[in-house]
């Protein structure tokens, strides 16, 4: 729940942060912005001294690693909290080395990252075709929707060494890599990111039957790459489109089909197989289907539909 803090980390030296710093201890805790204690996440957002922009931290405990957890045990000490009979119950302490966070760090963060990652009220949008020509569309091109990250992953001008694959055609290819919640340390909670080379298509409201070799090459070729990187099965990966998507440039989420990702419920995520489907039934299938979707009560799309009446 969010919640407003004012912890300050140890002083040290004024300075702004840099990539490439390793700790925390110019960095101060101003709110907590959002708490999940399903998947034991946190959302923070504080400021790095010497700078006035705002930071956001995201924690998040990493699942256990089957192959080391002898060697935690072994050097995990006990606090007992309760013992009855043959049932005990204690607090674990392992290693340091065994008891890492995933740590992201965005900086500076943007009012529409603050927004993103703030606890707040979800409304079910019901969004005809006219609707997006009449309200969403003409949002999607007044925002200033920064996408200039997707477009130097694409150019190789920045996490060249993170790309797991990539098919290099510009009107079918795409490029793979880990998301960004996803250490690579296991693969039950494997997240992998399908970007496409093309800059055309911007969700799958633009999907028709011209894009279907696109979505079966990434289908494809993309499951061939993670099955023989991972040592997966095809019927063990999962593959959806987001609508509406966290960013406009067509992107396809690759996940093993027991993580629980965040994002892949029904109102949603939509399965790459049932899109290629549709659209081999029906050509327009997404330009003229009603599309339910879900959306943040300060999400400036959601202030669109109320000021149009539809919610």
Not at 93 to 116: C, Q, W
Not at 154 to 173: P, Y
Not at 181 to 199: E, F, P, V
Request: net charge negative; with cysteine; charged share 30%.
């Amino acid at each position: 729940m969010a919640a407003n803090t004012e912890v300050t980390a140890s002083p040290n030296k004024k300075r702004k942060y840099e990539a490439g710093d390793d700790d925390f201890k110019s960095f101060t805790v101003c709110n907590i912005l959002n708490e999940n204690v399903q998947s034991k996440t946190l959302f923070v957002e504080g400021r790095f001294e010497g700078s006035d922009d705002p930071a956001i931290v995201l924690l998040e405990k990493t699942p256990f690693d089957k192959d080391t957890i002898g060697k935690m045990l072994v050097g995990t000490s006990l606090t007992k909290v309760m013992q009855n009979d043959i049932y005990g119950v204690h607090t674990g302490h392992p290693p340091a080395d065994y008891n890492g966070i995933k740590t992201s760090i965005i900086y500076p963060a943007t009012e529409r990252h603050l927004m993103k990652f703030s606890e707040q009220q979800l409304y079910l949008i019901t969004e005809t075709a006219k609707d997006y020509k009449e309200i969403t569309l003409p949002f999607i091109e007044s925002e200033p929707f920064s996408i200039e990250w997707v477009y130097n992953i694409l150019a190789k001008k920045s996490e060249v060494d993170r790309i797991l694959f990539e098919d290099s055609d510009e009107k079918n290819g795409f490029i793979l890599l880990p998301d960004m919640k996803w250490d690579l340390s296991q693969t039950g909670n494997l997240h992998i990111i399908a970007l496409c080379h093309r800059k055309d298509v911007r969700s799958i409201r633009d999907l028709n039957d011209k894009h279907l070799p696109l979505l079966k090459n990434i289908r494809k070729k993309g499951t061939e790459a993670i099955c023989e990187k991972f040592g997966l099965k095809e019927d063990q990966l999962q593959m959806y489109l987001h609508y509406q998507p966290s960013y406009y440039h067509l992107h396809i989420h690759f996940c093993h089909v027991t993580y629980d990702a965040p994002g892949r419920h029904v109102t949603k995520a939509h399965l790459l197989q049932d899109v290629i489907d549709n659209i081999e039934i029906k050509t327009d299938y997404y330009q003229t289907k009603t599309i339910l979707f879900t959306v943040r009560e300060k999400d400036p799309l959601f202030v669109k539909f109320k000021d149009a009446g539809r919610v």
